[in-house]
């Protein structure tokens, strides 16, 4: 709603003992998420050289605080709150603006700009479905928002979101080598979603690449191949493919037995 630099000190040096530690955390996770342009060099955001992002990762890490932290998002769309007699409106114009916003961010500083992180919900066939637009570096409070909620319905207007897997469907049993079993059950482990340009879904056609010879033992969840999505000879979704069962070692003789094979293969 209002954004407060102390308290985010306060709660940094709660946390990991000094705000440099807690920085450390934080790279820690922007790397773990895969966020490879972000760097973080404080705990609240103002500006300093070795203090950036972009709008590419921002999404990221909105999406995954959307998915991860249900529990917190009310939080975004509160529209003010009073505290100590206080009273504290929210940023984000588009709250007012469209009933269908409902979050997340705003931010401004003198060398970013103004900045704002939306996200709506609308209906998408018999269900609904989330968009989040990243606009960084406005002039103004009002262009911020204006470009966001033309990002937001250009979204909605040209991209359909479409189920391509269920969690543990099995889209191949690939053969296994040195295993306790001859073949392993290959998916995701989780419903996969794409967010697409309308009309290209019936276009798509898979193409896995697996990392083959696959050889035990193979943990559950490991990665063993990619799947790519194509349409019109371009790669639309790139997707890790994982082992949805464990596969244990043979026995010592059958482990002797496939090392020859494959020698020979």
């Known amino acids: ?5 102390d308290a985010s000190v306060a709660l940094a040096e709660a946390v990991a003992g000094t705000e440099e530690a807690f920085v450390a955390l934080m790279n820690r996770q922007a790397e773990q998420m895969g ?7 404080n705990s609240h955001g103002l500006p300093s050289p070795d203090n950036f992002s972009t709008a590419q990762d921002l999404s990221v890490l909105a999406a995954r605080l959307v998915a991860d932290h249900p529990e917190f998002y009310k939080i975004y769309s509160t529209k003010s709150f009073t505290y100590n007699k206080i009273k504290q409106p929210n940023r984000n114009r588009l709250l007012w603006l469209d009933p269908t916003v409902d979050g997340m961010k705003t931010g401004h500083t003198a060398s970013a700009g103004y900045c704002l992180i939306a996200t709506a919900k609308r209906p998408n066939g018999s269900g609904e479905r989330r968009l989040i637009s990243v ?3 406005t002039t103004s409070d009002q262009v911020r928002s204006q470009e966001s909620q033309k990002l937001l319905n250009w979204g909605f207007q040209n991209f359909d979101t479409v189920k391509l897997y269920d969690k543990g469907q099995a889209i191949e049993s690939p053969q296994v080598w040195k295993g306790s079993q001859n073949q392993v059950k290959i998916g995701f482990n989780h419903d996969v979603w794409v967010t697409i340009p309308k009309g290209v879904a019936g276009k798509m056609k898979p193409a896995l690449q697996r990392n083959d010879p696959l050889v035990a ?7 063993v191949g990619t799947m790519k999505l194509m349409a019109d000879n371009k790669v639309i979704v790139e997707l890790p493919v994982l082992a949805l ?8 003789f059958g482990r002797a037995w496939d090392s020859m094979r494959l020698w020979v293969k």
Do not use: D
């Open 135 to 137: 606009v960084l570096g």
């Open 217 to 223: 033992p193979i943990a559950q969840n490991s990665k």
């Open 245 to 252: 069962e464990q596969v244990n070692q043979a026995s010592i």
């Open 35 to 41: 966020l490879k342009s972000t760097r973080f060099a």
């Open 1 to 5: 709603v209002q954004s407060g630099n």
